[in-house]
């Protein structure tokens, strides 16, 4: 049985997840100038996807930020981007009100996926109606519920105090949810077609390379990189696209797997992959001019050449 695609898989998030908070009253017009969404579309029920870039366009992190309320902002971020974006919003801050705290005791602990995890979590917390909307959080029990898909299925993380992680834990292995390692975690995750920065993402891309369309706006005030993708969405496009590639074999290509056209020139590299029972899949950045969803690719595996089918993310 796949608890992802058969019942509730259970997630620990300490390798996904960790947060930090961003006060002050100056906090959200300091957030607006650095950031590269638009925080006035921000609301106390849902969070935004947003990047921080260098004012070449390349991405410091990719992160949701939620507004935490009394001027305060939670930003979500993948373990390995924690500290530079944390450090790149610090070093920033001149005359401005604003407080960076990296110790806040609420964090994203648990992520459920899979067909039965709203009835899972309509089970433990009563009167709870399951947020449907991306990134959509509501709060009962001292838990904030948050819509988040990890997976093909989709689910919701669970955000919580350190000292309520057992208890609620225990609660959700008694009504059925199953818990996973990692690496089931992280085949769920490309399966489903999802970008992890700091593995399929990092500081040598652009937004738009990665997908991360929803973290752009176009039509705010000035921020760092605001101009490079302005202008990559007027006048052109980028050279590569994130895209995901399935092949009917369960051999994995290693990071960095070469993808060849069929005049064998090269046009992509993996960047994750795993097997999924039913061959495998992988993320892959390839060149613009191939990144037709549907098209074919030679993916050149350590044992030979197979012929792998491109994909959108998340589609």
């Not at 648990?110 to 995890?117: D, I, M, T, V, Y």
């Not at 988040?148 to 208890?167: M, P, Y």
């Not at 994750?272 to 001019?289: D, E, F, H, I, N």
Request: hydrophobic fraction near 40%.
């Amino acid at each position: 049985m796949n608890p992802f695609c058969d019942s509730a898989a259970l997630v620990d998030l300490e390798p996904y997840a960790k947060s930090f908070e961003v006060s002050g009253g100056d906090a959200q017009d300091y957030l607006q100038r650095m950031l590269s969404a638009d925080l006035r579309k921000l609301k106390p029920s849902r969070g935004l996807t947003s990047t921080m870039m260098t004012s070449k366009g390349k991405m410091i992190a990719a992160f949701e930020i939620f507004d935490a309320g009394a001027d305060r902002f939670a930003l979500q971020v993948d373990p390995i981007a924690f500290d530079p974006l944390a450090d790149g919003l610090e070093r920033l801050v001149i005359l401005e009100d604003v407080v960076l705290d990296r110790t806040v005791d609420v964090q994203p602990r648990f992520s459920l996926q899979g067909p039965r995890a709203a009835a899972i979590l309509h089970q433990i917390f009563d009167g709870l109606v399951c947020p449907e909307d991306p990134l959509e959080a509501k709060s009962v029990d001292g838990v904030t519920v948050v819509r988040r898909h990890r997976s093909a299925v989709g689910g919701w993380d669970l955000w919580l105090s350190r000292d309520r992680s057992a208890d609620v834990h225990e609660s959700l292995r008694a009504a059925g949810a199953v818990d996973v390692d990692y690496a089931a975690a992280e085949t769920a995750r490309i399966d489903g077609g999802y970008a992890r920065f700091g593995v399929d993402a990092d500081g040598s891309r652009m937004p738009p390379e990665a997908v991360y369309d929803d973290a752009i706006s176009y039509d705010k005030g000035c921020y760092p990189g605001q101009e490079v993708v302005a202008r990559i969405r007027t006048y052109g496009h980028v050279n590569w696209l994130l895209r995901r590639v399935r092949w009917a074999t369960e051999e994995l290509a290693p990071a960095d797997t070469e993808l060849t056209n069929a005049d064998g020139k090269v046009v992509g590299r993996v960047t994750s992959c795993a097997a999924t029972g039913a061959g495998a899949v992988a993320l892959a950045y390839v060149r613009y001019q191939t990144a037709e969803p549907g098209s074919s690719l030679t993916v050149s595996l350590p044992s030979g050449a197979v012929v792998g089918t491109l994909e959108e993310l998340g589609a």
